[in-house]
T-cell receptor
Framework: DQQVKQNSPSLSVQEGRISILNCDYT??????FLWYKKYPAEGPTFLIS?????DKNEDGRFTVFLNKSAKHLSLHIVPSQPGDSAVYFC?????????????FGKGTLLTVNP | EAGVTQSPTHLIKTRGQQATLRCSPI?????VYWYQQALGLGLQFLLW???????NRGNFPPRFSGRQFPNYSSELNVNALELEDSALYLC???????????FGDGTRLSIL
C-alpha cells in the first residue's frame, strides 16, 4: 500500500518557466511534509518542508502548497533552471515533525531544457 | 560543516554472506535513520536510532539489524544476504527526532 504517491514519473519544462511537481497521500495521520532533490550518485538533498497547520511555505524559487482536504501537495519552482534537473521526492511523517521515519513517494524526474 | 558520511561506497557480496555498512552523522545530530532504495521501490524506512537505542523499525526481517555507538555513528548489518537485498542503502541524521533529515550519498550493495 503506497501511502505517498507521485503519479508523474517525469516532467519536462523550459528554462525560465514554472515547474509544478505533484504528490498525493492517503494517510490522514501525516502532518509534516518534505521535498527532497536527488542527483545521480548523490544522496537526497532537503529542499523545503511544510507543516499541516500551514497551506503554503516559500523559500526563494521554491514554494510548497498543501491541500489537506484533498490530501495533495505540490512543489512550484519559479523560474526553473537547468541545474534543477534532478529526481524530486515527496516525503511525509507523522507526529508533528518530531517523528522519525519518512514515507517517500517514488519520485519525479524533472528535466529543465535550456 | 561535514555532512553525513557513509562507507563503503560500494560493497559486493555473495548470497548467504553478511554485510556491514557504516554511517557518521552530522556533528550535533543524535538521530540516525537507515533507508533502502531498491530498484523501482523508492526509499523504504529501515531503522531509526537515537541516543544508542533503536526507536523505530520498518517492515524488514530481523536479519536487518544495527546499532548506534556513543559518538552517534551507526552500523547497519545485514545477515544471510539474499539477491533482493541488492539496493542503495541511505543513512540520514537529524537532531533528536527532528526534521529535516539530512542524507549521505549511500552505500551500493550488490549481491551476486
Amino acid at each position: 500500500d503506497q501511502q505517498v504517491k507521485q503519479n508523474s514519473p517525469s516532467l519536462s519544462v523550459q528554462e525560465g518557466r514554472i515547474s509544478i511537481l505533484n504528490c498525493d497521500y492517503t494517510n490522514s495521520m501525516f502532518d509534516y511534509f518534505l521535498w527532497y532533490k536527488k542527483y545521480p550518485a548523490e544522496g537526497p538533498t532537503f529542499l523545503i518542508s511544510i507543516s499541516s497547520i500551514k497551506d503554503k511555505n516559500e523559500d526563494g524559487r521554491f514554494t510548497v502548497f498543501l491541500n489537506k482536504s484533498a490530501k495533495h501537495l505540490s512543489l512550484h519552482i519559479v523560474p526553473s533552471q537547468p541545474g534543477d534537473s534532478a529526481v524530486y521526492f515527496c516525503a511525509a511523517s507523522e507526529g508533528g515533525g518530531s517523528n522519525y521515519k519518512l514515507t517517500f513517494g517514488k519520485g519525479t524526474l524533472l528535466t529543465v531544457n535550456p | 560543516e561535514a555532512g553525513v558520511t557513509q562507507s563503503p561506497t560500494h560493497l559486493i557480496k555473495t548470497r548467504g554472506q553478511q554485510a556491514t555498512l557504516r554511517c557518521s552523522p552530522i556533528s550535533g545530530h543524535t538521530s540516525v535513520y537507515w533507508y533502502q532504495q531498491a530498484l523501482g521501490l523508492g526509499l523504504q524506512f529501515l531503522l531509526w536510532y537515537d541516543e544508542g537505542e533503536e526507536r523505530n523499525r520498518g517492515n524488514f526481517p530481523p536479519r536487518f539489524s544495527g546499532r548506534q555507538f556513543p559518538n552517534y555513528s551507526s552500523e547497519l548489518n545485514v545477515n544471510a544476504l539474499e539477491l533482493e537485498d541488492s539496493a542503495l542503502y541511505l543513512c540520514a541524521s537529524s537532531p533528536r527526532g527532528g526534521q529535516p533529515q539530512h542524507f549521505g550519498d549511500g552505500t551500493r550493495l550488490s549481491i551476486l
